[in-house]
């Protein structure tokens, strides 16, 4: 990826310059077939087609999905229903903007903040984590790919994709 998570300014088009640079260079030195991915900087809707793609090297734009970072009137008021109502949403957009730009989520994952949890009875957390990535890997099914984040942690749990899958916990339907 160009760049990871760059913060972009609305009012100039000095990340758009770059991405168009930094593609021509990679594109004078890198082998045809390489895929080259931006970072939409949370902006999907501005940043989708930001890089004209040149024959033999394909781009994908990046799109980092932090649900948990919402601003704190939803982690406390949204009922989880509307959440998944929020995520349809999101994946249609995605999905809309996948049509002319290829995108990956390149980062995601199964955390719901222990605001939102907290309304809900312990012995209840392990099935809604469990649903929240159900519908997560659903809404991200159409697109060019994920990545979870992140793959291994000091610890076992939802911060780790690998024991998340050892344990059953995030499951792939047979395609």
């Not at 793959?151 to 059953?168: L, N, Q, T």
Request: hydrophobic share 40%; with cysteine; glycine share 6%.
């Amino acid at each position: 990826e160009l760049l990871n998570e760059p913060k972009i300014k609305l009012t100039n088009g000095t990340l758009r310059s770059f991405y168009r640079q930094a593609y021509q260079e990679i594109c004078k030195v890198g082998r045809p077939g390489l895929r080259v991915v931006f970072s939409d900087a949370s902006t999907p809707r501005l940043m989708s087609g930001a890089i004209r793609e040149r024959a033999g090297f394909p781009v994908v734009m990046d799109h980092h999905w932090y649900h948990f970072f919402m601003p704190k009137f939803f982690q406390r008021k949204l009922p989880l229903a509307m959440y998944y109502r929020f995520l349809r949403l999101k994946r249609r957009t995605m999905e809309r903007i996948s049509r002319a730009q290829p995108v990956i989520i390149g980062e995601w994952n199964g955390i719901i903040s222990g605001e939102m949890l907290s309304r809900y009875p312990q012995p209840e957390h392990a099935a809604i984590v469990d649903r929240h990535i159900a519908e997560q890997l659903a809404a991200w099914s159409e697109l060019q790919g994920w990545f979870y984040w992140s793959y291994k942690h000091e610890a076992p749990g939802v911060f780790d994709f690998r024991s998340m899958v050892e344990a059953g916990r995030i499951r792939f339907s047979e395609q």
